[in-house]
C-alpha cells in the first residue's frame, strides 16, 4: 500500500531541496583577450573545483566563452593554447551563485603586471629576442652569401681565359662572406636552440667546403650531426672526407679516409630511409667525383660502383665509372704485340652510360671512347722483339 505525503510534507521537502538546486546552477561568462588585447579564438579553458569536478570549453572567434551547470566555490581556471602560441596560464578564481559571473583574462594586463613584478625577467627576454634577431640576420645573410654563388660558378665553367679571374675572386669573396656571416651567428645562437644550431653548423660546412677548408667543413658538419642527425648533413661530411682523402700521401691513408667517407654514406641512407637508394647514389657519386677530379681514379671505382648499384639510369655516374676504370687498363708485352688487359666492367659501363640517356651529354663520349677500346682490343704491333733480334746478331 502505497504511503501518501501530507501537502504540507511536500511542501518542506521542495524547500530543503531548494538550496541544492540553486548551487549547481552557477554560470561562469568570460573573454579571453591576447598580450595586444585582441580576442583570442581557439584558447581551452579548463574550470576545475577543488573536489576534481572538470569543465572544458573553448573561446569563440570573438574570445568568449560560457560554462553552466558550476557549485558555487573557487575553481582552477587554466588556458591553453596550441601550436604556434604553445602557452598555457592558471590562476584561482572564485564562483558564486547565479549567472553573475564574468571571469575574463586580459593578457595583455596580466604580461604587465608581470613584468612589473619581475622586471628582470622581461630584461631577460627583450634581450635573447635582440640576440635571435640579431644571429637572424647573420644566418639570412650567409646564405644569400651562399646562393649567390651558384650563378657565378656556372658563368665559371663557360667563362672566357680572361674572364675566370674576376668570377673567380667574386666567389672567393662571397665564400668568405658566407663564412663570415655564419661564423657569428653560430656564436650568437642559445645553447639551447639546438636544432636552429645544428642548421647553421650545416651551413657553415657547407660555406668552408666551398671556401676549400675542408678540415674545417669536416668539423662543422660533425658538431650538427652531434647535435641534431640529418641525412643531408652526412652526405656533406661524405664528401668533406674525401676531399681529406685525396690530401693525404701515404696510399693506405687515402684508402683509410675514403673507407670513412662511405661509412657516412650508410648513415644517410639508415637516416633517410624514404629516399635512401637516391641519398646513396648522390653520397658515394660525390665521392667519386672528388677522387676523380683530382687525379685518384683507381681509388675512385670502388665509390662509382656503389653509386651506379644505387642509381643505374645515372648517365653521367656510368660515364665516370668507365673513366676510372680506363686508368686501371694494364699492359702485356707479347712478341712484336703490346697488348691492353681491360678490368672487368670497363666497356660496360660506357655501354650503360650510352643506354642511360642515349641523346644525353655524356653518350657521345662514351660512344668514342667505346671504339679507342677496340681499337686497342686487337693489341699494338712494336718493334721491341726486332731490337732484341738485331742486338743478338751484332
Known amino acids: 500500500m502505497k504511503r501518501l505525503i501530507p501537502a504540507w510534507g511536500a511542501l518542506l521537502l521542495a524547500l530543503l531541496l531548494a538550496p541544492s538546486v540553486i548551487a549547481q546552477n552557477a554560470r561562469v561568462n568570460g573573454q579571453v583577450t591576447d598580450r595586444d588585447g585582441k580576442p583570442w579564438a581557439g584558447v581551452t579553458v579548463t574550470i576545475k573545483s577543488d573536489t576534481g569536478q572538470v569543465f572544458t570549453v573553448k573561446t569563440d572567434k570573438g574570445g568568449k566563452y560560457s560554462q553552466i551547470g558550476l557549485r558555487a566555490g573557487v575553481y582552477t581556471f587554466t588556458l591553453t593554447a596550441a601550436e604556434p602560441d604553445n602557452f598555457t596560464y592558471s ?231 668507365g673513366g676510372a676504370l680506363a686508368a686501371t687498363i694494364g699492359t702485356k708485352q707479347e712478341g712484336n704485340k703490346m697488348t691492353y688487359i681491360f678490368p672487368p666492367g670497363l666497356t660496360d659501363a660506357y655501354q650503360h652510360c650510352i643506354d642511360a640517356d642515349p641523346n644525353g651529354p655524356y653518350a657521345g663520349q662514351a660512344k668514342t671512347a667505346l671504339d679507342g677500346l677496340v681499337a686497342l682490343s686487337g693489341g699494338v704491333e712494336t718493334s721491341v722483339g726486332e731490337r732484341a733480334k738485331a742486338k743478338k746478331k751484332k
Open 91 to 321: 590562476e584561482k578564481r572564485s564562483v558564486s551563485s547565479g549567472d553573475d559571473n564574468d571571469i575574463s583574462f586580459n593578457f595583455k594586463a596580466i604580461a604587465a603586471q608581470q613584468g612589473a613584478a619581475r622586471p628582470e625577467d622581461v630584461k631577460k627576454k627583450e634581450d635573447e629576442a635582440a640576440q635571435f634577431k640579431n644571429t637572424k640576420a647573420h644566418v639570412d645573410a650567409g646564405i644569400a652569401a651562399l646562393q649567390g654563388t651558384d650563378d657565378l660558378r656556372k658563368k665559371l665553367r663557360t667563362a672566357t681565359a680572361d674572364q675566370k679571374k674576376d668570377i673567380q675572386d667574386q666567389l672567393t669573396a662571397a665564400y668568405q662572406t658566407a663564412v663570415t656571416e655564419l661564423q657569428a651567428a653560430e656564436q650568437g645562437i642559445s645553447a639551447k636552440d639546438t636544432k636552429n644550431h645544428a642548421v647553421i653548423l650545416a651551413n657553415l660546412g657547407q660555406a668552408y667546403g666551398f671556401a676549400g677548408r675542408h678540415e674545417d667543413a669536416a668539423s662543422a658538419y660533425q658538431k650538427s650531426i652531434d647535435l641534431n642527425p640529418q641525412a643531408g648533413v652526412y652526405v656533406g661530411l661524405s664528401t668533406e672526407v674525401a676531399n681529406l682523402a685525396v690530401a693525404q700521401t701515404d696510399p693506405a691513408a687515402v684508402s683509410a679516409k675514403v673507407t670513412e667517407a662511405g661509412g657516412n654514406c650508410e648513415k644517410a641512407a639508415a637516416l633517410d630511409t624514404t629516399t635512401a637508394t637516391a641519398t646513396t647514389a648522390r653520397c658515394w657519386k660525390n665521392i667519386g667525383i672528388v677522387l676523380s677530379n683530382t687525379g685518384h681514379l683507381a681509388e675512385a671505382v670502388m665509390p662509382l660502383q656503389k653509386a651506379t648499384e644505387a642509381d643505374p639510369k645515372d648517365a653521367q655516374t656510368w660515364f665516370l665509372l
